[in-house]
């Protein structure tokens, strides 16, 4: 099945950006989601098809892709943003395949 | 607004069965999968199945097969998550997440999800 890769942890201070990176194979050919979940909570979707936006999240959420990676980028980060974040893709076997997830720590 | 309310946290013991409602309300129920994804303590999330509320077909994570069914009711609008042969490894919350059929699912996210239920498995 496929596999996804991501860092365990990034940290970040506020104002900065954060680059979270999700490596797969040829992911660049795949449709991207990406998930914060803070604790205790719910997942929520923040990005969807590797660079789109629900309704109702900040602009400071982007993504692309390219390649063997998948990038979630978080601008001027803020407290509020602090939480696990966690890639998805879809496997041809009909899966859905979740990245490991990465803790954003906000300094 | 879109809503999907679990069921309350549950205590088994190995090798019991347990089972988790997902009531979902704000939308046309039979418009959208429902999914269910697990996430042990610490740990992160595993996808286990689909079950289109529409036609009542379903799919497994190979994992699962065998020991999750999956079913729903479109006259209340819910669905429900069977698992069965519970093992301590299967201690998790459980959640139920909304995927839209109207589009491929190679393309399409998990975009509205319930707020979990914990089942624990202890002797």
């Not at chain 2, 999750?68 to 069965?84: E, P, Q, R």
Request: net charge neutral; aromatic share 10%.
């Amino acid at each position: 099945s496929y596999v996804l890769t991501q860092a365990p942890a990034v940290s970040v201070a506020p104002g900065k950006t954060a680059t979270i990176t999700c490596g797969g194979n040829n992911i660049g050919t795949k449709s991207v989601h990406w998930y914060q979940q803070r604790p205790g909570q719910a997942p929520l979707l923040v990005i969807y098809d590797n660079d789109d936006r629900p309704s109702g999240i900040p602009e400071r959420f982007s993504g692309s892709t390219s390649g063997n990676t998948a990038t979630l980028t978080i601008s001027r980060v803020e407290a509020g943003d602090e939480a696990d974040y966690y890639c998805q893709v879809w496997d041809s076997i009909g899966d859905y395949v979740f990245g490991p997830g990465t803790q954003v720590t906000v300094l | 607004q879109v809503q999907l309310v679990q069921s309350g946290a549950e205590v088994r013991r190995p090798g019991a069965s347990v089972r988790v409602s997902c009531k979902a309300s704000g939308y046309t129920f039979t418009t959208f999968y429902i999914y269910w994804v697990r996430q042990a303590p610490g740990q992160g999330l595993e996808w286990m199945g689909r079950i289109n509320t529409d036609s009542g077909g379903t799919n497994y994570g190979q994992k699962f097969q065998g020991r999750v069914t999956l079913t729903s009711d479109a006259s209340i609008t819910t669905a429900y998550m069977d698992l069965s042969r519970l093992r301590s490894d299967d201690t998790a919350v459980y959640y139920c997440a909304r995927v839209d059929r109207g589009s491929p699912s190679s393309v399409t996210p998990l975009d509205n999800w319930g707020q979990g239920t914990l089942v624990s498995v202890s002797s």
